[in-house]
T-cell receptor
Framework: GDSVTQMEGPVTLSEEAFLTINCTYTATGYPSLFWYVQYPGEGLQLLLKATKADDKGSNKGFEATYRKETTSFHLEKGSVQVSDSAVYFC??????????FGKGTMLLVSP | DVKVTQSSRYLVKRTGEKVFLECVQDMDHENMFWYRQDPGLGLRLIYFSYDVKMKEKGDIPEGYSVSREKKERFSLILESASTNQTSMYLCASNRDVSNQPQHFGDGTRLSIL
């Protein structure tokens, strides 16, 4: 079946540092890939998505590229802010209604 | 923007009570979902519905039921609440089109005493 593996957290960074959160997946067919963000006390918000190989999703300074050859969708940001502190979830959709989520990676950014 | 609204942000109930969690979406989405979120376990799908009066079990349906009488509303029911159902519950919806993202509500933090 489908699965998503994310790096375990927490990831602790200083403000303006470079961020990478790794995500790899196993899926049948050609899934769409998503990153969601969850701020403390809130639900999940869609951060970015990519629907086919080599697509780059981007939003709010975050980027992720759909790499079919390495089955990866790593999240990156060049300069993190304290306000980016949250839990980040990688997810995939193989064409059915349901999503398969990773377990989430907590990011803590200090001033 | 899609709006998914969960009726309560925080709820405290007692063991054995019947508990209703309500979710409403305003974008005419066909699909609706209920998840629970627990530390170290991520999101786990309880039930989903792809149409009015239709439902499918997710990964952890035991102890729960659902109701979808209208397209915009999806209810999660804890038939007899137990302490191990203390959790954050998240509702989501999406269109019944291939590869669509899900849109989430803000969650209900449920405590069973």
């Amino acid at each position: 079946g489908d699965s998503v593996t994310q790096m375990e957290g927490p990831v602790t960074l200083s403000e303006e540092a470079f961020l990478t959160i790794n995500c790899t997946y196993t899926a049948t067919g050609y899934p769409s890939l998503f990153w969601y963000v969850q701020y403390p006390g809130e639900g999940l918000q869609l951060l970015l998505k990519a629907t086919k190989a080599d697509d780059k999703g981007s939003n709010k300074g975050f980027e992720a590229t759909y790499r079919k050859e390495t089955t990866s969708f790593h999240l990156e940001k060049g300069s993190v802010q304290v306000s980016d502190s949250a839990v980040y979830f990688c997810a995939l959709n193989s064409g059915y209604s349901t999503l398969t989520f990773g377990k989430g990676t907590m990011l803590l950014v200090s001033p | 923007d899609v709006k998914v609204t969960q009726s309560s942000r925080y709820l405290v109930k007692r063991t054995g009570e019947k508990v209703f969690l309500e979710c409403v979406q305003d974008m005419d989405h066909e699909n609706m979902f209920w998840y629970r979120q627990d530390p170290g376990l991520g999101l786990r799908l309880i039930y989903f519905s792809y149409d009015v009066k239709m439902k499918e079990k997710g990964d952890i349906p035991e102890g729960y039921s659902v109701s979808r009488e209208k397209k915009e509303r999806f209810s999660l029911i804890l038939e007899s609440a137990s302490t191990n159902q203390t959790s954050m519950y998240l509702c989501a919806s999406n269109r019944d089109v291939s590869n669509q993202p899900q849109h989430f509500g803000d969650g209900t933090r449920l405590s069973i005493l």
